[in-house]
């Protein structure tokens, strides 16, 4: 494997977790995020702090990013200051931020044209994966480079999957989101209707989660809505955007999609009534 000097952009709940896996691996690590309190235990950890994307492409020679929306990711990438405009030849960029084909497929011929390369990688598993190193990576773009780095991921991902040329990622990160959708719609109304029942919602689970309904969500977010516990392995706002992608996504290839409208709707009303910063199990809130 080759020599690599890490960089990442983003140290949220789940960056956190795929960073402690790299530095656990012994990587020359850097990292940037805007707040940059929420990286200190990674600083405390042996990570290196930058000031800022322009100083991470100066720096490193293979960066993840992981930020929240679109516009984040657009900045991170094709700004002024940004990463394919200040990085060095043959860097290799990996996004595994959730976000739109169009825009991983631009940021793929942009890289080209700088003689770097850029990946789609987004992830699935949510704080848990990440904490585990268990995430499923599903990958766009030249798979000459995701072969360089599948080793990295491996180091906090189990399923790691290439699925074509860039875009291609996104687009299997937002089939996964639509089956998440409405898989929660089933977790919380299965809830719902045992408790209106008289059964006890523990005994429930025990029963259905190892049978033909078992799911990740059922066995992993299901017990923190039965405690209350909202807090987000992944936010309920990010959940939305994915959910605005994947349907605006649908809509361009006239696919009708009314579990993933049905659910959209509902995490809206969610949001608005202010667990816009909770997990995505808070769902369960619209049940009680």
């Known amino acids: 494997m080759a020599e690599y000097k890490i960089g990442f952009i983003g140290t949220g709940v789940m960056g956190r977790g795929i960073l402690s896996h790299l530095l656990e ?7 940037y995020t805007r707040t940059k309190s929420k990286a200190e235990s990674l600083l405390e950890h042996g990570a290196k702090w930058l000031d800022s994307p322009l100083e991470i492409a100066q720096t490193c020679n293979l960066i993840f990013t992981m930020v929240g929306y679109p516009e984040d990711v657009e900045e991170v990438y094709l700004g002024e200051n940004g990463l394919i405009s200040n990085a060095e030849k043959g860097t290799i960029l990996v996004d595994l931020t959730t976000s739109t084909p169009s825009l991983a497929e631009k940021i793929a011929a942009s890289a080209k044209e700088h003689d770097v390369t850029a990946l789609d990688a987004p992830v699935s598993g949510g704080d848990i994966g990440a904490r585990n190193g268990t995430l499923s990576i ?37 089939s996964n989101q639509i089956v998440i959708a409405s898989t929660m719609i089933g977790v919380c109304e299965s809830l719902a209707y045992a408790k209106k029942a008289g059964l006890d919602l523990d005994l429930v689970l025990k029963s259905i989660s190892k049978g033909a309904a078992g799911s990740w969500s059922l066995s992993n977010l299901a017990p923190r809505m039965l405690k209350g516990d909202y807090e987000p392995g ?24 009314p579990g993933l409208n049905l659910a959209k709707e509902l995490y809206d009303d969610i949001a608005g009534e202010g667990h816009d910063g909770s997990g995505t199990q808070a769902l369960i809130t619209f049940y009680t």
């Open 25 to 31: 691996a012994s990587f020359e690590v850097y990292v």
């Open 138 to 174: 599903m990958a766009g773009g030249s798979k000459e480079e995701f072969d360089k780095v599948e080793e990295v991921f491996g180091y906090f991902g189990e399923n790691i999957v290439y699925h074509g040329p860039a875009g291609s990622g996104q687009h299997a990160k937002m």
């Open 234 to 257: 992944f936010y309920v706002r990010h959940f939305i955007k994915d959910l605005k992608i994947a349907l605006e996504e649908s809509e361009k290839m006239n696919l009708r999609l």
